[in-house]
């Protein structure tokens, strides 16, 4: 059983910035593909960033984010991120942190085997 928990949520203006952190309980960190999806009112879940395990170079975003956010991880912390620029009213949602197994990029949250409780971002216009 992997534990996650993410931070760095908050309520910001359009055009600020903020990093989200999503820090794993397992000694494999390094073998989870790892990913942020969200979740806005009356919305389904919605796919934004993914990274894939150590050693697979893999990183994919939504369209919607692409020059925006980034995200990475760091194997020794146990901690994925996710840099959040230029934020959007938009990009009003719970995000959760997810983990998979798997040595490619997963971007269905059904692929995802463990999921933290979220973090609110709420961006003002």
Do not use: H
């Not at 494999?28 to 934004?48: H, K, L």
């Not at 719970?94 to 990029?105: K, L, N, P």
């Amino acid at each position: 059983q992997v534990q996650l928990e993410e931070s760095g949520g908050g309520l910001v203006q359009a055009g600020a910035s903020l990093r989200l952190s999503c820090v794993a309980s397992t000694r494999t960190f390094s073998d989870y593909t790892m990913g942020w999806f969200r979740q806005a009112p009356g919305e389904e879940r919605e796919f934004v960033a993914a990274i894939g395990r150590s050693g697979y170079f893999l990183i994919d975003y939504t369209e919607s984010v692409k020059g925006r956010f980034t995200i990475s991880r760091d194997n020794v912390k146990n901690t994925v991120y996710l840099q959040m620029n230029n934020l959007k009213p938009e990009d009003t949602a719970v995000y959760y942190c997810a983990a998979g197994y798997a040595v490619g990029i997963l971007v269905r949250p059904n692929d995802y085997l463990y999921w933290g409780q979220g973090t609110q971002v709420t961006v003002s216009s």
